[in-house]
Every structure is written in structure tokens, then in C-alpha cells.
């Protein structure tokens, strides 16, 4: 499962850099950082419930 999340944190980091660097496709970099972020939230949680 830790795999999974790495590889999905790095995927949205990877998405967000090109669609930041590339003008036309600012969208794609926005996206990437809501899929970063909530890929983020959603492992500390999961992490956190399975401590308790």
C-alpha cells in the first residue's frame, strides 16, 4: 500500500510540474496539485487509522 501511495505522489508531482512549465497547459498543473494534495490527506489518514 506505501508503494502505491509513493507511486501515485509522484505521478501527480510529475503532472503538475509539466502543466506548470508548459503555458497552454495550465490546467493540467492545477489538477496535478489537487490530485497531489488529496492523495496526500487521504494517506495521513489511512496511516493514522490504522495506528489506533
Known amino acids: 500500500m506505501l508503494i502505491l501511495f509513493v507511486v501515485l ?3 501527480w ?3 503538475a510540474i509539466v ?3 508548459i503555458d497552454g497547459l ?3 498543473g ?3 496539485i489537487i ?3 488529496g492523495t496526500a490527506v487521504i494517506g ?3 496511516r493514522r487509522a490504522l495506528r489506533h
Do not use: E, K, N, P
Open 44 to 46: 495521513g489518514l489511512r
Open 30 to 32: 492545477i489538477i496535478g
Open 13 to 15: 508531482l510529475i503532472l
Open 19 to 21: 502543466g506548470i512549465a
Open 35 to 37: 490530485l497531489f494534495l
Open 26 to 28: 495550465l490546467w493540467l
Open 9 to 11: 505522489m509522484v505521478l
